[in-house]
């Protein structure tokens, strides 16, 4: 019994030196982990690997900074430890090293032990999105940031930051970050009524929520990742805009629906119109600028050579303007291709091949002349047609076509293309047609070409004044109604011809190198500004109470001639001479009308259906005849800078199309008439079809995109 006794006894105590030789072997593990930590070296490729994911030996090494051939056997060292703790796992079929399992809560718990000490010693870290790094808290910087950035006297900077600081020390949180920062140092400006140095230190950008839902909008999965970073980029640009650019009575007039700025992203960085001649251009050469983009040695010799230099040209010259760039001597070039049917297919394959570029940019307009040879209009049908073409396979067609007719023989040549201008219209795109080959309108939206060089020019545009705004407030007295567009028109044009030096001082030093090369660095180029009036004949027939019947055509009359005098006097002043006034689109309309609105309730709308105030002029012409061209012209002979008569045709046949252009051209006085046709693009299928009905036609998807263009 004493036998059996001993054996059980020696057994348990085997037991015990077994478990305990199990933990002495557990805590020289834990040890030698410690150990492991005990380098930053080590914790550094760790933390790599982490990131990275799996490394080659090479590459980990780059990483961690072993760069010279002097510190190899030093990385070796620290990475045989890390294998031997079994922290790091090399995969020998690929040679390339992991973090494991264990590596990564190792990990994980040096970061719990590095905050755990920072909040025990006291001191503050701040974690960086501009440097992508972590650094000690130093009240410095913030003295120096209100001093540079914001303008704030020494003396005040200190005590701000002595505030800020006390604040701070107070957060419980080890790291800081330096947008918590600069909220802080935000508040106690505002707190102590510095309004003007706290927009000045302000960051700009989106909160998370508002990125959340751009991510999940719609337009995110229509327009890609581009689109998302447009979107971004713009807003964020429109806040630098309004808080740090413009004079704060511009802003406050734009916020309160008094004028309104057209894409305010983009307002200091490129003109709204861009005129570049490719026929007064040898070749085309970026020289540095965007390396990717090949050099195109001559556009102008070959109908090959401009056929290949459009997809590079159009998108990058779009790139540089917000609303519209005209392209005049292509269709010179391309005259000279042999048969109607190859340059009807070439021209096609070229502005499918130009079109990737962004959906919510400018249109391209290339200019096509119809004078008074054969070959021209020959010319002139074959374009058109590969314009059809090219509409037809493009959901939002963002190139339009601009066909300048001869005063001479005018008959004779609309009978040559306007079977192709009915076609392309009908077909979803948009065409202008121009009356006068030397007519300074070139474009779509039916703004002028600036006085000088042929080679290039920029116009601006894109700030317009609310005119039934004012109307509203004249109680109803035409004499006072024009005094104040008189004192409207006065910082607006200052705005404007500020916005132009910005922009020419831009493209000078190489923001616009596409432009710069067409204009041979600004040295060839002009540049026009316009200030652009919205809802005119709402302002003067609708809320001032003069009929269109009655005296509201000479009314009109006299307040255009009023803002063109005091917009020319006033330019004068300013030291711009080309300063004119212009009625075009711009997207003002809509905003507008829906801020009176919200202001005076139920507002005078020309345009109902779409709930938007006019520009320019809408018309819809009837079978063989189009009401209110004398109209559009008497107004078009007033204005200076520009006026968009436009012609709704969605609902006629291609013979009336030609029949209501025929009737236009007969009066001989409307210089400018832009047809186009309102159709739905279906979400589904990207199909058009007729906006009065309710479903796609092709896939009877309910889901669509209204044309805007």
Known sequence: ????????????????????????????????????????????????????????????????????????????????KLLRQLLVALNKAERRYTITNLGKLVLSLARQIEERSIIESGKMYVRTTSRHSIEEFNSHKIIQSLVREAGLPLEQAHKITEEVENKIYKFQTAYLTSSLIRETVNSVLIEHGHEEYRNKLARLGLPPADIAAMLASEEATRNGVPGIIEGTANTVFSEYLVFNTLPKDIADMHLAGEINIANPGTWSLTPDTLFVDLGELGSFDLQGRFPSVARL????????????????????????????VVLEGVAPVLAKMKGAEELSAGFARALVASSAFSSSGPLATIVIPADTTADSRQAAAAMLDGYRRYVEATPVPRIAMSVAFNNNNKQQQQKDVLDHVAAAVRSGGTVAVISGGDSPVRGVTGVRKPRGSPAAAMAFQALSINLPRLAYESNRDETYFRAKLALMIKPSLAALVARKKAVV??????????FASASQSMHHATAGVMVNLTGAREAVYGILGHGEAGNGPEILQKVLKT????????????????????????????????????????????????????????????????????????????LNGGFAATADVT???????????????????????????????????????RSSLEKCERCKSPHRLQLSS
């Open 1 to 80: 019994m004493s036998d059996d006794s001993s054996s059980s006894l020696s057994q348990q105590q085997q037991k015990e030196l077994r478990k305990g030789g199990v933990l002495e072997s557990a805590s020289k593990r834990v040890r030698m982990i410690f150990s492991v930590m005990a380098s930053p070296n080590r914790i550094d490729i760790l933390r790599i690997l982490n990131t990275k994911g799996p490394l080659t030996y090479s590459e980990l090494k780059a990483l961690a900074g072993f760069k010279s051939k002097k510190e190899s056997g030093k990385f070796a060292y620290h990475l045989r």
């Open 651 to 689: 609902d006629l046949s291609a013979a009336d199309i030609k029949g209501a252009i025929e009737s236009a051209a007969a009066t001989g006085e409307l210089a400018f008439l832009r047809l186009q046709a309102r159709l739905a693009v279906c979400a589904t299928c990207g199909s058009k079809y």
């Open 563 to 638: 803002a063109v005098e005091v917009a020319g006097a006033e330019g004068k002043k300013l030291g711009e001479e080309s300063a004119g006034v212009a009625m075009v689109s711009d997207g003002s309309a809509a905003r507008f009308a829906a801020l009176d609105s919200e202001k005076y309730g139920r507002v005078s709308l020309s345009l109902p259906q779409q709930q938007s105030y006019s520009q320019g002029m809408t018309l819809l012409p009837g079978k063989g005849d189009m009401p209110g061209v004398r109209e559009c012209a008497a107004i078009d002979r007033v």
């Open 505 to 514: 001082d831009g493209a000078k030093r190489g923001l616009l190198p596409a």
């Open 297 to 324: 040695a001559s556009l102008n010799r070959t109908p090959d050579d401009m056929l290949a230099a459009l997809p590079v040209l159009i998108p990058l010259l779009a790139s540089e303007a917000s609303s519209e």
